[in-house]
């Protein structure tokens, strides 16, 4: 026996010591399996007809490794929008398998850095992925001209440089940037229709975010199912009002017990700024107690949380986070991170919660 695990262990140690030798190879073998995965997976065209939430980006401004900025990517039938474009959202888009060359449209809820701050390289991914002749609509609220302008002068010299290098069959000149769609911020009680193709309608309206104004929710209705995306906001009954019914309401999240413990620490540590900007933000955010308030009272069948603040990054914050939820609201609860995913299949019921892996 001990003859035979001395040979055993002789044999273990060469054969690490080969694949040590031959890592590089061993590498790109591997490498063009993953390869060969990644440049032809699209999980748009594997989705069922319905609605299909993914988050792109779960977080906030606030660093946290398992949430980027926010970013929903809603599919409706086989076409991808886009609600938001934090930081770090073309690149989830890849990783998850959600080609950015197919975004059909981008609608944003408010002008906040966190929300808009991915969206020079979301176009600049879907325009060389895509190799489109037309800019991406980005719909939104009066001053998203002034955005996206924005972003388009900044990248200029980006996209001269990319037409001279791969060639205006690949990247057509005129297909680069963005082009803004904008519309009137409606008031409370009305929604206006800011998009209506392929079987999609998408109504914007009014929430809670001030001094941030304008700042819109977005409602998708497709194939029988609804949709809501709230964008920023405090609790608000306008909300709760288009919500009414939905299938899914994804909404932010502020935890008010957990930001204060940042407080209280930042205080401690004479962080004074960081202090009074932890003091303001819950006045324009929705404690969870009070999502589930509002889902309930609105009849909502499953609610998501996304733009969740502060970090979850110690054992047992994400039920501190969610604590008081459970005695109020009685339907279906998902606290999301980067690519929680949620299917909503036509004409029927049905709510498929899982996990896309990025």
């Known amino acids: 026996m001990r003859r035979a695990l001395l040979i055993l262990l002789a044999f ?7 694949g040590y030798a031959m890592r590089g190879t061993i590498a790109i073998a591997l490498m063009k399996v993953a390869a060969g995965r990644a440049i032809t997976t699209d999980a748009v065209d594997t989705q069922p ?4 939430v993914v ?9 946290d490794p398992l949430r980027s900025g926010p970013c929903v990517a809603i599919i409706a039938g086989k076409q991808l929008y886009e609600v938001d474009a934090g930081d770090g959202a073309g690149r989830n888009l890849t990783r998850l398998g959600l080609p950015p060359g197919r975004v059909t449209a981008l609608f944003l809820t408010h002008f906040h850095s966190d929300h ?8 600049e991914l879907r325009w060389a992925g895509g190799s489109h002749h037309d800019p991406l609509p980005v719909v939104g609220p009066t001053g998203v001209e002034q955005v996206v302008d924005g972003f388009n ?3 200029a010299l980006d996209a001269g440089y990319r037409v001279a290098h791969h060639g205006p069959t690949v990247v057509p000149p005129e297909g680069r940037g963005g082009v803004a769609r904008p519309f009137e911020a409606p008031k409370p009680g009305d929604g206006v229709v800011v998009w209506s193709s392929d079987g999609l309608t998408v109504t914007a309206f009014a929430v809670k975010h001030d001094p941030v104004i304008p700042a819109v929710g977005y409602k998708f209705e497709y194939g029988g199912r609804t949709a809501v995306i709230s964008g920023d906001t405090a609790k608000s009954e306008n909300l709760q009002h288009f919500a009414t019914n939905a299938d899914l309401l994804v909404h932010e999240g502020l935890s008010r017990e957990l930001v204060g ?14 202090a009074k900007i932890l003091s303001d933000i819950p006045g324009y955010h929705t404690d969870p107690v009070e999502v589930a308030e509002i889902a309930a009272a609105a009849n909502v069948r499953h609610v998501l949380f996304y733009h969740v603040i502060p970090p979850l990054l110690v054992p047992g914050s994400e039920a501190a986070f969610l604590r008081g939820v459970d ?4 339907g279906g609860v998902t606290l999301g991170r980067d690519g929680t995913q949620i299917q909503l299949p036509r004409d029927s019921n049905a709510i498929v919660v ?4 990025l």
């Open 261 to 274: 413990v940042m407080h209280a620490a930042a205080e401690g540590a004479g962080r004074t700024n960081v």
């Open 354 to 357: 899982g996990q896309r892996p």
């Open 55 to 63: 988050l792109c980006g779960a977080g906030s401004p606030l660093a």
């Open 153 to 155: 002068a900044a990248y």
């Open 49 to 52: 007809d319905g609605l299909t």
């Open 12 to 18: 273990a140690v060469v054969v690490g010591a080969v």
């Open 327 to 330: 005695a109020i609201y009685k």
């Open 116 to 123: 808009i701050d991915g969206l020079g390289e979301l176009t």
